[in-house]
């Protein structure tokens, strides 16, 4: 079993910085992939960029050049850091994170979320 606990999202301006943290703890083998996803009231859930266990990325077109992810594995931990942040950034982000809970069994989870508003 794997738990996912978001924390470092507030209330910034725009053109402002944010640095999320998602930190995994429990009981598995391994963790794979992890993104962070997020999802603005009324809209669906969308994915912002992911990493490989061996620190390959993906971005989100509205995000790429802003964002940065990263993951300290040592720590079991995921890192988006935001930059020059936008309105449109507004929502509610959430961890991912594909671990192996056995040796051969795969478990997908998510955590609770972390409100980022971008706002004047």
């Known amino acids: 079993q794997v738990q996912l606990v978001e924390s470092g999202g507030g209330l910034v301006q725009p053109g402002g910085s944010l640095r999320l943290s998602c930190a995994a703890s429990?009981?598995?083998?391994?963790?794979?992939?992890m993104g962070w996803y997020r999802q603005a009231p009324g809209d669906l859930r969308e994915l912002v960029a992911t990493?490989?266990?061996?620190?390959?990325?993906t971005y989100a077109d509205s995000v790429k050049g802003r964002f940065t992810i990263s993951r300290d594995n040592a720590k079991n931990t995921v890192y988006l850091q935001m930059n020059s942040l936008k309105p449109e950034d507004t929502a509610v982000y959430y961890c991912?994170?594909?671990?192996?809970?056995?040796?051969?069994?795969?478990?997908?989870?998510w955590g609770q979320g972390t409100q980022v508003t971008v706002s004047s």
């Open positions: 991912n994170a594909a671990a192996f809970v056995t040796r051969w069994m795969t478990g997908d989870y």
């Open positions: 429990g009981t598995f083998f391994s963790i794979n992939d």
């Open positions: 990493i490989t266990s061996g620190g390959i990325t």
